[in-house]
């Protein structure tokens, strides 16, 4: 820290993204990217956008929003689009919470929630998953304050029904519930559909995960046009052009090409159940995911050692060095053939116990 930085970040810990190693051809499982290709009408049109570059973006993203509108059946004053559902996520804590609505979440979730939290100086309350990882929403408190829930939530790939989220929204009228639906192509149900009927609800997705485009940083969130026009106050406070003219243009192809992308988050599936099985088989205790991760734990080899010695052998999941998680590991999946890797290796490392 240098002797200029402001008092108001000095106790400030960032959030740690996963490794992006540039030394190794790593098969990379630790940080929930799509192992396909973004499809061929995204790169044409990321290839004919960049001709375009000396004019600046459109502030109010209407091409990407009407085709989001289109495509989920909502009115584009519903969407506001983000540099990365990260940025949604961040205005989302500084437009609905403050020192007396304050945040919650569960004590195991999306690693960037109290970083938001700490960063704009808001309050939050951690509500302790059950000794199952799962998330029961009897444990949340009844006062006022924004709920921030990832479904499914991150790293344990535990999915919420509609049916439930929806009873949630009756009770907490008084408060906004943010879904991050970062892996709800995945198998989950989106609460897209009911945003209509729910002035309290705030849908936040990504471009990152199922639609191959982690690089190129997208994300939308959708809910009632006030909810929204909240969140356009704290965007044009801090940039207008937060969703440059490529990564645009690459969303409304993506959008045009979903039968691909729900093809590829079949296979995902596909391949997760089999990893799932395969790893139960070895021992593995593994939560039911609808998500393109899985998190496992093994009596017969701690999370962090797990890690370690499968990057030596070339791969790498994501350990969490926390308390009630440190005995797992975090595993994207990735293709048949990357799977099948991962538990050769994983089956060598066990027998060397
Ligand atoms: C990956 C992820 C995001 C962030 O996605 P970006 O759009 O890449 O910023 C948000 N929430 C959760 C739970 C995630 O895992």
Known sequence: MSRFFSSRYAGLTPYTPGEQPQERKYIKLNTNE??????????????????????YSDPESRLLRGALAKHY??????????????????????AFCDENCPAIFPD??????????????????????REDLSFSFEDLP?????????????????????????????????????????????????????????????????????RSMAGARLGFAAGCAELIRDLNTLK??????????MTSAAGIAALQEDAYYRENARIIE????????????????VPDSKANFLFARSERVNGGKLYRDLKERGILVRHFDKPRIKDYVRI????????????KEIKAILEEQ
């Open 34 to 55: 799509s192992p396909f290709p973004p499809s061929p009408g995204v790169l044409k049109a990321v290839s004919e956008e960049s001709q375009r570059l000396q004019l």
């Open 236 to 245: 044009y406070s801090t940039n207008p052009y937060n969703v440059n003219r």
């Open 108 to 129: 195991i979730t999306y690693g960037f929630y109290p970083v938001y939290a700490n960063l704009n100086h808001i309050p939050y309350q951690e509500i302790p998953l």
């Open 270 to 285: 596909e391949n997760r159940r089999f990893t799932t099985d395969a790893l139960r088989e070895l021992g593995f205790f």
């Open 73 to 94: 059946g909502l009115q584009t004053e519903q969407l506001l689009v983000g540099n990365g559902s990260d940025e949604l996520l961040n205005f989302a804590f500084m």
């Open 332 to 343: 994207t999946i990735g293709t048949r053939e990357q799977m099948e890797a991962l538990l």
């Open 142 to 210: 009844d006062r006022k304050g924004t709920v921030f829930l990832a479904n499914p939530n991150a790293p344990t790939g535990i999915a919420k029904s509609v049916t439930e989220i929806e009873q949630l929204l009756q009770k907490r009228q008084d408060s906004v519930l943010v879904v991050d639906e970062a892996y709800v192509d995945f198998g989950a149900e989106s609460v897209l559909p009911i945003v209509n009927r729910y002035d309290n609800l705030l849908v936040i997705q990504t471009f990152s995960k199922s």
